[in-house]
């Protein structure tokens, strides 16, 4: 096990801890049920109508009808569940978002776990959902339960979305997040699901797809980098990062990659859902394909799902810095079907990219570079997921006073005329006292009172005078 690391402190100087949360750990290095740590925060979604649960991390600080953004976030490798969410809550609550946001991690247990070991409550029933293939990544179906069917671990994500809207009524937006392992994982369901299409859930709320440094990308033909895209610069020893111009289909002519079995294969490319290539079709790719034939003819899937990605909000971000040849003990897979797609994560994420562009015509990508370490912990640290994260909320404007003001809201509303008038008022009064100092300087006028205190004596011999005068008139 990992020993614990310290939690970072928020820029209230409140520590995690503070906010019901136990201090942070380092990740255990499997799955664990009950919960090694943040055991206040384990819950149970109920799936199935409460047939049975999938057991997940949840962090609410605000009321109920407060909450307008949740963010799910998918965990990575190692099934360190725990890391990813102390990291995320700590985020969030740096950025303070605490009072009107909800972060919830679905975890995908890999052994049976009772409902009432989970949330520590020997009077809960029921058990949770179990991925004992540990393929839960890939959208693998749930291990058979007494009168229960297995469900897709995509469709276990669907169903956390669905529980939100539920349970949070005034969501103006939910973001499904994920990082390394996390992101191979939400580009998946991001592509195969039918929550994000025209930039909202099933349900009507508003989303947003975060992808964070993902090792492997799901491309939508069969077409591949071209040999220069995933080059190394000549005597440098890095990776070529420039933008991939020319994509091709492997071995098809001379500059086009080297082919190798199942470079197009799921979770590489699109090719085995449905049976469609005719080859028989891995337990993965049954399972894409039973949780896409869900909405959609899985057969017509190579023909339907890039048009289908295309109308959904999906920001993609990647360490400007990430430059290390995954061959080189670089923690990302170095496997023929990911290694065709470039050397490095930043080659890759690049890559994708321009095959966006390629398979989808008019398509833009969305790519945020931040810089520094990959490592997930100083990620959630980073501006650019701050900004992805937790700005743009629909009806919630978290922009600067000076960014309201200026150029374009100025002109665009009322406060323009209202802001005219004021600075004419101001600069007519400016004006006629200028004239009117003019005037009394022409006409010899002494000023007679220099400073307050002279104001506080002449008072005083009004006062006097007046009280004279009314003694007089007595």
């Known amino acids: 096990m990992v020993g614990p690391l310290p939690l970072a402190a928020h820029r209230c100087g409140l520590l995690l801890a ?3 949360l136990l201090p942070f750990h380092g990740g255990v290095a499997e799955f664990t049920c009950p919960p090694a740590f943040y055991k206040r925060q384990a819950n149970l979604i109920p799936i199935g109508n409460g047939q049975v649960y999938l057991p997940v991390f949840r962090y609410v600080k605000g009321a109920p009808e407060k909450i307008t953004l949740a963010i799910v976030v998918l965990h990575g490798a190692a099934v360190n569940s725990d890391n990813y969410f102390g990291w995320v809550v700590n985020s969030e609550i740096s950025n303070n978002q605490k009072e009107n946001a909800v972060v919830v991690m679905p975890v995908f247990p890999t052994f049976p776990c009772n409902g009432s070991d989970w949330i520590g409550n020997e009077n809960q ?6 991925w004992s293939s540990s393929q839960w990544t890939y959208g693998q179906l749930s291990d058979p339960l007494p009168n229960f069917p297995a469900i897709s671990s995509y469709e276990a994500v669907d169903e956390v979305i ?3 809207q539920m349970e949070y009524v005034n969501l103006k937006r939910i973001d499904v997040v994920g990082y390394s392992e996390g ?13 994000g299409y025209g930039n909202t859930t099933n349900g009507g709320v508003r989303m947003r797809i975060l992808l964070g440094s993902p090792n492997v990308y799901l491309y939508l033909n069969n077409k591949r980098p071209a040999q220069l895209c995933s080059s190394d610069i000549i005597g440098t020893g890095s990776a070529n990062m420039t933008q991939c111009q020319e994509y091709l ?4 002519i001379p500059g086009a990659a080297v082919a190798c079995p199942g470079y197009d294969r799921f979770p590489y490319g699109l090719d085995g859902l449905g049976k469609v290539s005719g080859y028989s079709a891995d337990s ?11 909405y959609m003819d899985e057969t017509m899937a190579k023909a339907q799902l890039p048009a289908h990605f295309a109308k959904k909000d999906v920001i993609f971000m990647v360490g400007r810095e990430d430059k290390q040849d995954c061959a080189q003990g670089k923690s990302c897979p170095s496997a023929c079907g990911s290694t065709i797609q470039g050397k490095s994560n930043l080659q890759r994420g690049l890559n994708y990219m321009g095959h966006l562009r390629d398979a989808i015509p008019g ?7 931040f810089s520094g370490s990959a490592a997930p912990e100083p990620f959630f640290k980073t501006a650019v997921w701050a900004d992805s994260s937790f700005g743009d909320i629909p009806g919630e404007d978290h922009r600067s006073l000076w960014q309201t003001l200026w150029p374009t809201a100025l002109f665009s509303s009322g406060l323009f005329l209202v802001l005219w008038f004021f600075l004419c008022f101001a600069g007519c009064s400016c004006l006629l006292y200028i004239l009117h100092g003019i005037y009394i300087a022409d006409s010899g006028y002494t000023k007679n009172h220099e400073n307050y205190e002279d104001f506080a004596e002449a008072a005083t011999d009004e006062s006097e005078d007046e009280r004279q005068h009314e003694e007089d008139g007595a």
């Open 284 to 294: 993965s790719a049954i399972a894409a394909s039973h949780y896409l034939g869900e």
């Open 162 to 164: 669905q529980y939100l």
């Open 183 to 195: 992101a191979d994982m939400g580009l998946l369901w991001s592509v195969l699901s039918s929550n």
């Open 18 to 20: 503070a906010c019901m």
């Open 125 to 130: 029933t029921g058990e949770t959902l179990r």
């Open 363 to 369: 398509y833009e990508p969305q790519l945020r570079l």
């Open 249 to 252: 289909v492997p071995n098809s």
